[in-house]
């Protein structure tokens, strides 16, 4: 007991010491350390923010400047990329943008993958399909991948406001 009390206090002598002595050059270090902003992300973060750079929060003139073909709808627009691609953007009653639904039909290859869309890939039911939805608080969305069975699946990729 004696011995383990003058180990614990050999250490927290040795300790303050090395404190003491190293405070005046790491002032100036933890200052900075304490000041700067953190580059690392929240650990809840979404991977997949937008859609050709449509994104949740967006206004309807907005995304009809960036996207061609777009078919107007009241609370709604749908797009025609390909056979392969579409779209469907929801709007609340002030123009912004709550909802991006995207297909992939048929040529999967053309689809994201899982690890691109929720940061992880996904383990495919015994028939191929596959389903996870992600919710990020902080981001104030939520974004699904879902994959029907089949030889020629439909990719679903979802993002929508919380």
């Given at each position: 007991?004696?011995?383990?009390?003058?180990?614990?206090?050999?250490?927290?002598?040795?300790?303050?010491?090395?404190?003491?002595?190293?405070?005046?050059?790491?002032?100036?270090?933890?200052?900075?350390a304490v000041n700067a902003p953190a580059t690392k992300a929240p650990a809840n973060a979404p991977v997949y923010t937008d859609y050709r750079g449509v994104a949740?929060?967006?206004?309807?003139?907005?995304?009809?400047?960036?996207l061609d073909g777009i078919k107007k709808g009241q609370g709604q627009d749908m797009l025609v990329f390909s056979d392969y691609e579409t779209a469907q953007i929801?709007?609340?009653?002030?123009?912004?943008?709550?909802?991006?639904?995207?297909d992939y039909i048929g040529d999967s290859s053309k689809a994201p993958t899982p690890e691109t869309v929720l940061g992880a890939a996904l383990q495919a039911k015994p028939d191929g399909s596959m389903y996870q939805l992600n919710r990020y608080p902080e981001?104030?969305?939520w974004v699904s991948y879902n994959r029907t069975a089949g030889d020629k699946p439909i990719v679903t990729i979802t993002i929508q406001k919380m």
């Open positions: 007991m004696i011995k383990g009390n003058i180990v614990r206090a050999t250490l927290l002598t040795l300790a303050i010491v090395s404190i003491c002595s190293a405070q005046t050059g790491s002032q100036k270090q933890l200052a900075t949740i929060g967006m206004a309807a003139n907005e995304v009809r400047s960036k929801y709007y609340d009653d002030k123009n912004k943008v709550t909802a991006i639904s995207i981001a104030g969305y």
